[in-house]
């Protein structure tokens, strides 16, 4: 295994239009045996970075080394990667044993080495009673399991995924996770993984590079992307519903207050955030509250501001319940444990709590203030 180096990679694309820069220059330092995942909304250039450590993709600037080696220019082969696809690119009219022993029979491994290593990776990965079947006669599933066994049995120094389960139904989607964060767990092996989901990165990155358009947001283990978002992008995109956030500015006074645009509301916020926000224009402001955090009704403690809202929606997951709530231009979602709900339009109470916000500048996006200090 080895570590994977990025040093001021970027790639630019020509056409008729001129130059774009599809990932813009950042660097990146992936430990050996790390598990990193690249995670952000289509087109904003997780898979041109992957396929440049690849190999596929040429490098526009900068420097990758795989290990000690620098391997900037070198071709796919000689960079000992092992890539697997969302499209699984299995040999059609092979055998599951012959899909798994192509990359050894080509490296000119013996007959009985690779008989050895197609079983452990089978046996790795519960493939053993397919092994004489074809791709065809294979579940989604059982293909992309394949498509992993293919990859381990070269014994790579550095795993890629792109997007290896999005074919795959929700319940496939899960179960397969569960099998690359075991395989993971076993083999200890730096593995780098795409995807657009950002449930699957948190639950499999032991740290997330969050891209948009082409440029690194925020690179971070989960936990902390979740609690303390570097800006109003990974607050949204980081999270399932997403982040509230409301546009203001901060109050005169005293004591730190933010106020939503329109005068609609106000949240105090935390006293010891008074030296940091004194500086600072008052105006263009946006506050964060996850809806986890967000109360329903009016008795929870004295310090939460109180907004009174009309509901506009309310959706029941079973376990929990989404009530999606307004008060004029501003829309504040909750999520409650399954119990007694709101009717649709009725007037309700939401109590956001003070050490629950987070603060960033409306400009530029850019968190100002952590939640908890
Ligand atoms: P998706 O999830 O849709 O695959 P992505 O985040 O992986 O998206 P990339 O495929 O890396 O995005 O593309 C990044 C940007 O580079 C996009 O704006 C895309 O249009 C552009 N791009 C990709 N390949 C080329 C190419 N061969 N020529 C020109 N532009 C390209």
Redesign the pocket.
């Known amino acids: 295994m080895a570590s994977v180096t990025l040093s001021g990679i970027a790639k630019t694309?020509e056409?008729r239009s001129g130059r774009?820069l599809?990932?813009h220059p950042f660097d990146l330092a992936i430990g050996d045996g790390e598990f990193v995942v690249l995670v952000?909304?289509?087109?904003?250039?997780?898979?041109?970075?992957l396929r440049m450590i690849a190999g596929l993709e040429s490098i526009s600037a900068g420097e990758l080394k795989i290990g000690d080696r620098v391997v900037t220019d070198l071709p796919p082969k000689e960079r000992d990667v092992a890539m697997v696809f969302q499209n699984y690119a299995l040999y059609p009219h092979m055998t599951v044993y012959e899909n798994l022993a192509f990359a050894l029979r080509l490296r000119g491994a013996s007959r009985a080495d690779i008989d050895r290593q197609v079983r452990e990776a089978a046996g790795l990965l519960g493939l053993e009673a397919l092994l004489e079947r074809k791709p065809r006669q294979l579940s989604g599933g059982e293909r992309q399991r394949v498509a992993l066994g293919r990859a381990l049995v070269r014994h790579p120094q550095v795993f890629l995924f792109d997007?290896p389960l999005s074919n795959l139904d929700a319940k496939l989607r899960v179960q397969m996770r569960r099998e690359i964060a075991r395989l993971h767990a076993e083999l200890r092996a730096t593995m780098i993984y795409?995807t657009?989901d950002q449930v699957e990165a948190m639950t499999l990155g032991e740290r997330i590079v969050v891209?948009h358009a082409?440029r690194v947001q925020q690179v971070a283990p989960p936990r902390m992307l979740y609690e303390k978002p570097e800006n109003t992008f990974v607050a949204s995109f980081i999270g399932s519903p997403a982040m509230n956030l409301v546009r203001g500015e901060l109050a005169d006074g005293q004591d730190p207050c933010f106020r939503a645009a329109g005068g609609a509301f106000s949240v105090a916020l935390p006293a010891q955030w008074r030296d940091a926000l004194g500086g600072r224009p008052k105006a263009g402001v946006v506050l964060g509250v996850r809806p986890e955090q967000v109360l329903v009704g009016a008795e929870h403690g004295s310090d939460g501001a109180r907004v009174h809202c009309r509901v506009d929606l309310v959706e029941l997951l079973g376990g929990e319940v989404l009530i999606h709530a307004s008060r004029e231009e501003h829309e504040i979602t909750a999520r409650i444990a399954a119990g007694p709900v709101p009717r649709l339009g009725e007037e309700i109470t939401l109590t956001i709590p003070p050490a629950a916000t987070h603060l960033f500048d409306a400009d530029t996006g850019k968190r100002l203030l952590p939640n908890r200090q």
Do not use: R
């Open positions: 694309y056409d774009h599809a990932v952000g909304p289509s087109g904003c250039g997780k898979t041109t970075t997007e795409v657009h891209l082409g």
